[in-house]
């Protein structure tokens, strides 16, 4: 059933989109992989992650990124061509630039520099909220812990090093949690309207979930559409301000088909002369950003 309310139909699209890239020949994905490419030179082949595909297979998962490597070097070489190789990994959901390598040389190289933190990382998201102040860094551990409520489910959370005692108002360092990982954001709000912003992000580790949660938790700001860390203790639908809602033309109960908005905008590869490699935001990106009135300087 096709929904009449055009804000509803273009979020029932993106969910099609999503299922349509699982039920697709191998050959027709690899195709679109191709048609996003970005850029290519002897060593690497960047594209621009489309939405809702992940990298790795899985449960459940007919298509991903990796399976298609081999298909997707012969069509962009020839038919003698070696697979092309991951370099680094994004979220299923996320967009965005990605760097594959046509040979394990360059992508244990590129891997390394990802390790080694020499590459420089930006994206886009659009929050709820305003951070406060505009731009700056968070640097908060980050851990993995259980759920527990009635619906039991494991999440990332912060893992401070100090807290304020309730009854005096110290601060008191807290034992440290030894399995929480270090975590370091920047970031910097471009605009905001519509009780929402658009901010510009880099981490500089790369923690499981680490911009969404020191979005969420770190700054109060969970990321448009990020329905696993708007609450805690349960999985449900994220909570839009009336004026996002309004500006989106959606309902409440709607909210739970809202993408994610973060993209992976910008990536420098120091790989001899450094690359610098930039992707736009799909289009669904683009349209919430003009609903929201979110204008940013063309850069």
């Known amino acids: 059933q096709i929904p009449k309310d055009p804000a509803q139909r273009q979020l029932r699209k993106l969910t099609a989109l999503s299922d349509q890239l699982q039920r697709i020949h191998p050959n027709v994905l690899a195709k679109i992989l191709k048609q996003g490419t970005v850029y290519q030179n002897e060593e690497i082949v960047v594209i621009n992650k489309p939405y809702g595909l992940p990298v790795h297979g899985g449960p459940g998962i007919k298509n991903c990124i990796t399976d298609v490597l081999p298909i997707l070097a012969k069509m962009l070489e020839n038919m003698r061509a070696e697979p092309l190789h991951l370099c680094h990994r994004l979220d299923k959901e996320t967009t965005g630039v990605m760097v594959l390598a046509r040979s394990k040389e360059t992508a244990e190289k590129i891997r390394l520099l990802f390790k080694t933190r020499q590459v420089e990382k930006t994206y886009w998201a659009i929050v709820l909220g305003d951070p406060d102040p505009a731009e700056g860094i ?102 839009l301000p009336e004026l996002t809602l309004r500006r989106l033309k959606l309902q409440q109960s709607k909210a739970r088909h809202l993408p994610l908005y973060l993209h992976a905008h910008r990536l420098c590869l120091p790989l001899g002369q450094p690359i610098d490699l930039v992707c736009k935001p799909p289009q669904f990106f683009q349209n919430t950003l003009r609903k929201l009135e979110l204008d940013i300087a063309k850069d």
């Open 138 to 239: 968070v640097e908060i551990p980050i851990v993995e812990k259980e759920v527990r409520s009635h619906q039991s489910h494991y999440k990332m959370t912060l893992a401070p090093n100090y807290r304020l005692c309730p009854e005096d108002g110290k601060v008191m360092k807290i034992r440290k949690n030894r399995n929480a990982e270090s975590a370091v954001t920047r970031y910097r709000r471009l605009a905001g309207a519509s009780a929402c912003s658009l901010l510009e992000l880099q981490p500089i580790t790369g923690v499981k979930h680490q911009i969404r949660v020191h979005l969420a938790y770190g700054l109060g700001c969970p990321i448009l559409g990020d329905h696993k860390y708007s609450h805690w203790s349960k999985l449900a639908p994220q909570k």
